[in-house]
């Protein structure tokens, strides 16, 4: 396009389709564009990033600071244009003598910008290699603590205060409000209670909404009924055929068997699990303590008063690993929910959280995104596998940590450890139930020599130092594991998983109603 004070005419600039570009909103007045790619990285560094979706585009303020700490860049698409502008202004004299301005533009389209890097947080708090002497007297110390070059032994040995920064400072970039709660008033004469073990955690925190019932193995009477709240809570979310279902499919599973997880339960009916929480009080309370505890219990059943409710108890089995067995992290064929290893840092992109459902959304049948499924029923993904609670033989726990009813433990040696007792039961303890003393311990014992085996069969390399060392003998404690391909294949099959909180399930179900 180009024109004058005349009007001149214009003419369409082609546009460069190939031409594809990266725009950065740099942060500051760019005086220096080789200065300015330094703090970026170099254009080898922003290529780097820019091949990577999930990471950042730090911005080092002092490129040669290995101690400073970045400002990060979000990532976001575009759709703009990269015009070059140039101006001409050309002057000349009319014959009347006047100063007359000729000016014309030109436009140049330079390439489509599809990805623009935005600097929208705050960069981290920043801290010195310096010292402070006993004078207030600062004194830097990176000539003291960088090894700049090849050195000898006294550089090492040199007397150095201690100077351990941590990578960062701040773990978010953006700000947030903070509501900070008021100050509680409470009328004249009230004392706070005294703290003790069971009122220490939680103390200002309101109750969630799910109204549960909680016992604990020392209380002597056994809820008959649910809470009217809870009652009301559910008729009010429950409005369509599909939660009915669910309703009545639930019943029977306490008609046959009057205890049951979270976990079973949701493997055997198919329900969202935020509906679940309202379903759940509302046919069974729950245990936090004893040999029953973090299970649903039917209202009404006492299984300290039945013997035959012994197989209905808790197991809490976990997969003995670490170093100390021999196995480095990544020979864990059984990974870990949450680990220190996968520990992010603010350069990287974090996943965008699920939608939570709210009461509306369970209401009007709506999937997790917050639009109607028009392929599949209403909540039929949310069904577990049968390994999220049964225990077979030649077969790994899905987790490290697993609480398996003893009951849905189907082997034969471990059912005979169970039924030792069977026609002889006397007392019930808060520890071992209707059980043998010691019961749990046997379980776990014979559990991880089971698996210890299995995991032999499948990756006999990983125990052929402890073989040669210890032919013969079938240790107890070993390391957890799981065949990449069965892990795969559980990736595929799974499409909801229990739990992404906490690695014990029994607290996540908790901090879910309390």
């Not at 564009?33 to 990471?55: C, F, H, I, N």
């Not at 290699?129 to 090492?156: C, I, N, Q, R, W």
Request: hydrophobic share 30%; aromatic share 10%; proline share 7%.
């Amino acid at each position: 396009m180009a024109g004058g004070q005349g009007g001149a005419g214009a003419a369409t600039p082609q546009l460069q389709r190939d031409n594809r570009l990266v725009c950065v909103e740099y942060p500051g007045v760019v005086r220096n564009v080789g200065k300015m790619l330094q703090t970026l990285g170099g254009e080898e560094g922003v290529s780097r990033v820019y091949a990577d979706p999930s990471r950042r585009l730090e911005l080092h303020f002092r490129p040669k600071d290995p101690y400073c700490h970045p400002v990060c860049a979000n990532r976001f698409p575009t759709s703009s244009m990269l015009l070059k502008v140039k101006r001409t202004t050309r002057r000349k004299r009319t014959e009347a003598g006047e100063s007359e301005e000729d000016i014309q533009f030109e436009v140049e389209i330079l390439g489509i910008v599809t990805t623009v890097y935005k600097f929208q947080g705050m960069s981290d708090f920043q801290y010195l290699a310096a010292h402070s002497g006993p004078e207030g007297k600062h004194t830097s110390m990176y000539d003291k603590v960088l090894m700049l070059k090849p050195e000898k032994e006294e550089f090492f040995m040199n007397d150095l205060p201690l100077y351990i920064p941590p990578p960062i400072f701040s773990r978010l970039d953006t700000p947030v409000d903070y509501y900070y709660r008021p100050e509680i008033r409470h009328r004249e004469g009230y004392h706070n209670p005294p703290v003790s073990s069971e009122n220490l955690i939680g103390l200002s925190r309101a109750r969630r909404p799910h109204n549960a019932v909680f016992v604990t193995f020392e209380d002597e009477e056994i809820p008959s009924k649910p809470l009217d709240a809870a009652e009301q809570t559910w008729k009010r979310v429950c409005s369509n055929v599909i939660d009915h279902k669910a309703e009545e499919e639930l019943r029977k599973l306490f008609e046959v068997r009057p205890i049951w997880s979270r976990n079973a339960v949701k493997a055997n009916i198919s329900i969202h699990p935020d509906k679940l929480k309202f379903l759940l009080p509302y046919l069974a309370f729950y245990m936090l303590t004893g040999p029953w505890r973090s299970l649903w219990v039917r209202f009404g059943y006492d299984p300290r008063k039945h013997p035959e409710a012994k197989i209905y108890q808790v197991l809490d089995f976990r997969i003995r690993c670490g170093m100390k067995y021999g196995y480095a992290p990544n020979d864990m064929p059984v990974k870990a929910k949450r680990s220190t290893y996968n520990y992010s840092l603010p350069i990287t992109v974090k996943k965008p959280a699920s939608h939570t459902a709210g009461i509306q959304d369970l209401k009007q049948g709506l999937s997790t995104s917050g639009t109607r499924s028009p392929r599949k029923p209403a909540f039929s993904k949310y069904k577990l596998k049968d390994s999220i609670y049964i225990f077979r033989e030649g077969s790994l726990p899905p987790y490290r940590q697993m609480f398996y009813q003893l009951c849905d433990l189907n082997v034969e040696c471990l059912q005979k450890i169970i039924h030792r007792n069977d026609g002889t039961e006397a007392v019930c303890t808060e520890r071992d139930g209707w059980c043998l003393p010691k019961t749990n311990d046997d379980l776990r014992d014979t559990m991880s020599l089971m698996i210890k085996q299995i995991i032999r069969s499948k990756r006999p390399a990983l125990f052929t130092t402890a073989s040669n060392a210890e032919e013969g003998k079938e240790q107890l404690t070993f390391e957890s594991g799981e065949e990449e391909e069965e892990e795969e294949e559980e990736e595929e099959e799974e499409e909801f998983k229990p739990s992404d909180g906490s690695e014990n399930e029994m607290e996540t179900e908790i901090l879910d109603y309390v």
